[in-house]
Nanobody
């Protein structure tokens, strides 16, 4: 079975940083996309950032460019999302996802992990 384990998140003040990580297991393809999404109650889930497991391609939503950095860990099945200069509007449940090879706002992953809450106070 494919499993995604998201870790990190928490509550911080505006301007602070947080890092969330996603560990993927059970995917048999040599290369696939790992993505981070976020969702606020009452709003649609939005793609935040994606990375190929090889690290060769990366995508960011305009709202996080220059503040968030996605990277692979020492293993291809781990993706970190470093979130700097956090803003109150970044408050959301963050979900990691994996599968497929596409990146971008229309990325539709095959597998989802549980959400981790990020709260940014002003």
């Amino acid at each position: 079975d494919v499993q995604l384990q998201a870790c990190g998140g928490g509550s911080v003040q505006a301007g602070w940083s947080l890092r969330v990580s996603c560990t993927v297991s059970g995917v048999t393809r040599d290369e696939y996309t790992i993505g981070w999404f976020r969702q606020v109650p009452g709003k649609e889930r939005e793609a935040v950032s994606c990375i190929r497991s090889s690290g060769g391609r990366i995508w960011y939503a305009d709202s996080v460019k220059g503040r968030f950095t996605i990277s692979n860990g020492y293993a291809k099945n781990i993706a970190y999302l470093q979130m700097n200069n956090l803003k109150p509007e970044d408050t959301a449940a963050y979900y990691c996802a994996a599968g497929g090879l596409l990146l971008g706002p229309t990325y539709t992953p095959a597998f989802w992990g549980q959400g981790t809450l990020v709260t940014v106070s002003s």
